[in-house]
Every structure is written in C-alpha cells, then in structure tokens.
C-alpha cells in the first residue's frame, strides 16, 4: 500500500512542472506546467471561485483549460488581440458595480430606491 502511494506521489510530482497563482477577489486563477505520460509538456489555466452560503459555509466551483503547444501561438495572439481591444475601448479603469462601491453614484442612476436591478451574473456554466 505504501508503495503504490509513493508512486502515485511521484506521478504527482512528474506532473506539475511549474505552478504561478493570480488572486483576483473571490477568484483564483492557477497557471499549471504539466507533463503528459509521454513527458510533453502543457498548460491548464483553472479558475477557482468561492461561494459563501446564507450559512456562513462556503464551496468552490473550479474551471479549466488545457492549453496545448501546438495552440501555444494562436491562444497567444487572440488573447493579445482581445485584451488590446477592450483596453483600447475601455480603458485600465474597472467600471463594474461589483469592483466599485460608489458606482452608483459616479456613473448615476435613473433607478428609484428599491427596484431590483436589471443585471444578470454569467458564468461559464452558462455558455
């Protein structure tokens, strides 16, 4: 029993190569090097997302990409070209009610105390 733990722990170890974490609020984004059983190398990109329950308990839902060489430079240059595109026409500002407290206040509202607002959260579990 030892030893089949052990060689699972070395598996373990072969695989992740190279680990790099982004905190980001109530999310976590983790960049993972890992090898295949061919000792290639790839990369997944998880993002982990905390739920708190009404309880006070919490969960977490977890999403990841596996992001092959062969992908390397198209995934590369799309996502150059889509962050260039919103900073170009948006700007480094976050404009978002979730990331700014007065926001309300700053950007106005034409809404009237107590009517519910008309936004809807997407997740991936949507698309």
Known sequence: MIECI?????????EEIFSKVLR??????????RATK???????ITESKKFTEE???FHFKKHKIYL?????????????????YVLNHKGEEVISERHQK????EYGSDKTEGQVSSF????????
């Open 55 to 57: 309880d006070g308990s």
């Open 24 to 33: 980001a609020g109530r999310r976590t984004y983790f960049f993972d090097v």
């Open 102 to 105: 007065d926001f309300k206040k």
């Open 120 to 127: 809807t959260d997407i997740d991936f579990d949507d698309i």
């Open 6 to 14: 052990m060689r699972e722990n070395d598996m373990l170890e072969k």
């Open 38 to 44: 061919a000792d290639d190398y790839y990369i997944t």
């Open 68 to 84: 092959y060489k062969e992908d390397f430079g198209s995934f590369a240059e799309i996502l150059e070209e889509m962050t260039s």
